[in-house]
């Protein structure tokens, strides 16, 4: 389905900036989407969206965890205007569309659905987008966890595995991209996670 608001290797240059010129689609990626896409794209840019946080307040009854023992991973919540949720714009074909928001819409099938948020990035080229969909699970749908505390979701993390891998290989991976695409930015939450995660396992 495609929301309201409307590497492939194989690809060379003058066809890269054709496709750029003619599409006008990006999926933003902020949790495993980072580092596991799974869709074809043409185009990527680190960047941020402001006015949500990013928080382990959703539970994986798939991914990273089970319906019995669903693990946490990430949404994001409304907040100030001025707070940045950093990410990568991935630039989708025309032609790639429907098949990539319908793999989306099934990966993302426990709590999420498509908003149209506006994009930022510090990268100066004339092919920036200026919005991007973006997949939220807000606090009415069945599966979100709310707030606790992070030793709370740590320990219910250290717990959790799904067909995507582990829970606490999700923490870790989205860690390390943070610190890749925006080693400026101090992710509180995340890296306190992070942090009660590793005293976990290293007890």
């Not at 006008?24 to 185009?43: A, D, E, H, R, V």
Request: charge should be negative; proline fraction near 4%.
């Amino acid at each position: 389905m495609k929301p309201d608001k409307s590497e492939n290797s194989n690809i060379n240059d003058n066809d890269l900036s054709n496709e750029l010129n003619n599409h006008m689609f990006w999926i933003f990626g902020y949790g495993s989407l980072i580092w596991k896409t799974n869709f074809p794209f043409i185009k990527k840019y680190p960047g941020y969206i402001k006015g949500y946080t990013r928080r382990f307040y959703q539970f994986s009854p798939d991914h990273r965890g089970t319906n019995d023992l669903p693990g946490r991973v990430v949404t994001l919540l409304p907040s100030t205007n001025e707070s940045r949720v950093w990410g990568i714009a991935y630039g989708i074909n025309n032609r790639d569309i429907d098949n990539v928001c319908a793999g989306l819409d099934l990966r993302e099938r426990a709590g999420y659905t498509k908003k149209v948020i506006q994009f930022h990035t510090k990268t100066n080229e004339d092919q920036i987008p200026s919005e991007v969909i973006v997949y939220i699970a807000d606090e009415n749908n069945e599966w979100f966890a709310g707030e606790a505390s992070i030793q709370q979701i740590a320990s219910r993390i250290a717990m959790c595995h799904g067909t995507s891998g582990s829970n606490p290989e999700y923490v870790h991976k989205l860690a390390a991209e943070m610190r890749r695409i925006a080693p400026e930015e101090d992710d509180k939450h995340l890296f306190e996670l992070e942090m009660a995660l590793k005293s976990i396992e290293n007890s």
